[in-house]
Nanobody
Framework: QVELVESGGGSVQPGGSLGLSCAAS????????MGWHRQAPGKERELVAS???????NVADSVKGRFTISRDNAKNTVSLQMNSLKREDTAVYYC???????????????WGQGTQVTVSS
């Protein structure tokens, strides 16, 4: 059983900062790409940032220069540091991980439970 548990998030004023973390636990062989999506009310879920096991990153243009993604391969964790937050960053943020199973070496995507980020004055 694989589980992704998120922490962080909350409310902040525009221009503020927040950090999100996500830890993968359970029995598996390895973790490939990890990342974050977000979904604002009335909008489709969108990719925010992703990071490979080799630490190559992909960051959405809308958050580039403000958000930083990182990971700890030894701990199977991924983090998202969000600076200079804007009202339009308000959304539920979901972490994900593409995990290789211990048996059969099959890759599956797992999702965290989601955490609310609200940017408001």
């Amino acid at each position: 059983q694989v589980e992704l548990v998120e922490s962080g998030g909350g409310s902040v004023q525009p221009g503020g900062s927040l950090g999100l973390s996500c830890a993968a636990s359970g029995s598996f062989f390895s973790v490939n790409v990890m990342g974050w999506h977000r979904q604002a009310p009335g909008k489709e879920r969108e990719l925010v940032a992703s990071i490979s096991s080799g630490l190559n990153t992909n960051v959405a243009d809308s958050v580039k220069g403000r958000f930083t993604i990182s990971r700890d391969n030894a701990k199977n964790t991924v983090s998202l540091q969000m600076n200079s937050l804007k009202r339009e960053d308000t959304a539920v943020y979901y972490c994900y991980a593409d995990i290789i199973s211990a048996w059969g070496r099959r890759e599956s995507r797992y999702w965290g439970q989601g955490t609310q980020v609200t940017v408001s004055s």
